[in-house]
């Protein structure tokens, strides 16, 4: 079962004064959002609105929505990348290391890894990447390096 999202006060609130004043995509999907959709229902609705892939993670950081009923068992929790927003500086400093990492451990046998990185466009994306890039390094090279690189990506995202 899937998570149930619905608008907080806040953001019944930006859909009456549009305060936020919130790029169209994110406006419509919170529009969406009406407390009985499942959060599978909300990302296929946002795809078709050319929302960002995290749109509802974007909407849960402002606290416009919120998670109502649906799996208790794993809390939505917010992607350590969100702290970088939209700085295309950072953004493009995570993607080089994770592309960099590919070419350097994993040649030819990363070039679909590859592709999959030059795809995301937001570092909630490249985020998303990771356990599959880890497991992959972890592969070729070995668990511990894979998880040496996974800390040390970690930490070029909170530097």
Do not use: C
């Not at 950072?90 to 795809?119: C, F, N, P, T």
């Amino acid at each position: 079962m899937a998570f149930i999202y619905a608008k907080t006060a806040a953001g019944r609130r930006e859909i009456e004064d549009r305060g936020l004043k919130l790029v169209p995509a994110l406006r419509s999907v919170l529009l969406l959002v009406d407390g009985q959709r499942e959060e599978r229902e909300l990302q296929q609705m946002a795809q078709g609105l050319r929302a960002p892939e995290d749109v509802l993670l974007q909407l849960a950081s402002l606290q416009l929505i919120e998670a109502v009923g649906g799996s208790a068992d794993k809390a939505p929790v917010l992607p350590m990348t969100m702290q970088l927003g939209d700085d295309p500086l950072r953004y493009q400093q995570l993607r080089d290391w994770m592309a960099e990492s590919v070419r350097k451990h994993l040649g030819m046998k990363g070039y679909l890894m590859q592709l999959k990185i030059e795809r995301s466009k937001t570092a909630v994306g490249l985020e998303q990447l990771w356990p599959e890039l880890a497991s992959a390094l972890g592969k070729a090279k070995s668990p511990a390096f894979a998880n040496r690189w996974l800390e040390e990506t970690r930490a070029l995202v909170l530097a």
